[in-house]
């Protein structure tokens, strides 16, 4: 079965900082999809990156950029130039690729506080 | 372009009554999705739908709940005779085509159960 672990239940950066979320996941997959969702107070669910499996090449949106180490399954999230506006829950999302397995699996989440 | 709508937002119950929960996929998508969030946890899955089908319903509970999606109108998730172990904020998302598709979420429906 999927396991999708965040071992960091809280965290806080300086407004303006740089600050990373771990994420880790267990697969005997070779072709997946790996998401970082962000959930405000408002609990809108809101799609921040993806990354595929067999891109070797880190995603990046803007201020937000992953590191993806496959054979350590580990996707982390860094966000540079923290705004008060990035605080929230974050979410870490595991989903196969295989036709017809298309829900996602979700870690328990990373409280993320944004100090002025 | 309207994105994926729930209605309600907030719906109270009584324990041994039934919930109804509704999902509109944004328009031209034709994937469903439920998940459950229960308080300080991560979203659990519940359910896949397709118009008329479902494909899977390996995170349903095996008594009480239902889902449909049927060829004109929105989903419907259904909890009979809920119980408090219910109180939950329930998301549908939706997805245009299949596996590679990202899944937009709704602003989910938070049920409590009295």
């Known amino acids: 079965a999927q396991t999708v672990t965040q071992s960091q239940p809280e965290m806080s950066v300086q407004e303006a900082e740089t600050v990373t979320l771990s994420c880790t996941y267990d697969?005997?997959?070779?072709?997946?999809?790996l998401f970082w969702y962000k959930q405000p107070p408002s609990r809108q669910m809101i799609l921040v990156i993806r990354q595929e499996a067999y891109k070797q090449q880190n995603a990046t949106e803007n201020r937000f950029s992953v590191n993806f180490q496959k054979a350590a399954k580990s996707f982390s999230l860094k966000i540079s130039d923290s705004q008060l506006g990035d605080a929230a829950m974050y979410f870490c999302?595991?989903?196969?690729?295989?036709?017809?397995?298309?829900?996602?699996?979700f870690g328990t989440g990373t409280r993320l506080t944004v100090i002025p | 372009n309207a994105g994926v709508m729930q209605n309600p937002r907030h719906l109270v119950r009584r324990r041994g009554q039934e919930a109804r929960l509704r999902c509109s996929p944004m328009k031209g998508h034709s994937h469903v999705y439920w998940y459950r969030q229960l308080p300080e946890e991560g979203l659990k899955f519940m359910v896949y739908l397709q118009k008329e089908n479902i494909i899977d319903e390996s995170g349903m509970p095996k008594e009480r709940f239902s889902a449909e999606f049927p060829k004109e109108g929105p989903s419907i998730l259904r909890i009979q005779q809920v119980v408090r172990g219910d109180s939950a904020a329930y998301f549908c998302?939706?997805?245009?085509?299949?596996?590679?598709?990202?899944?937009?979420f709704g602003p989910g429906t938070r049920l409590t159960v009295l």
């Open positions: 998302a939706s997805s245009r085509f299949g596996t590679a598709d990202e899944q937009f």
């Open positions: 697969t005997s997959e070779s072709d997946y999809y």
């Open positions: 999302a595991y989903r196969r690729s295989r036709t017809g397995a298309n829900n996602l699996f």
